[in-house]
């Protein structure tokens, strides 16, 4: 089991969702997706894999997790592995 921490950016999208009536259907799938994150971040259904870009921007192993997909501007979850147990999210962010 992982323990999630969130950068602030990615903690304001977060509550932000969260906060969105019209969003409820996307926090839903971002929870769902954090939780699988949390157990398994190598998950089949979030298709986790290296973003290189943003890996090079880091000069660390960056990945991205899908929370929703086949969805025009699917949200994502980028993340770092901070320490052997723990995940740092980055950005929950839509597909641009």
Same mark, same amino acid.
């Given at each position: 089991?992982?323990?999630?921490?969130?950068?602030?950016?990615?903690?304001?999208?977060?509550?932000?969702?969260?906060?969105?009536?019209? +969003?409820?259907?996307?926090? +839903?799938?971002?929870?769902?997706?954090?939780?699988?994150?949390?157990?398994?971040?190598?998950?089949?259904?979030? +298709?986790?894999? $290296?973003?290189?870009?943003?890996? +090079?921007?880091?000069? $660390?192993?960056?990945?991205?997790?899908?929370?929703?997909?086949?969805?025009?501007?699917?949200?994502?979850?980028?993340?770092?592995?901070?320490?052997?147990?723990?995940?740092?999210?980055?950005?929950?962010?839509?597909?641009?």
């Amino acid at each position: 089991m992982f323990e999630l921490e969130y950068l602030d950016e990615a903690n304001e999208q977060y509550f932000n969702l969260e906060d969105n009536p019209s +969003k409820q259907n996307v926090f +839903k799938q971002v929870k769902k997706a954090l939780d699988y994150l949390k157990t398994n971040p190598r998950h089949p259904s979030l +298709k986790t894999h $290296k973003h290189t870009e943003l890996s +090079k921007i880091y000069e $660390k192993e960056i990945f991205e997790a899908y929370a929703q997909n086949n969805t025009p501007r699917a949200y994502r979850i980028f993340f770092y592995y901070s320490s052997k147990n723990k995940i740092t999210i980055i950005t929950i962010t839509p597909h641009p």
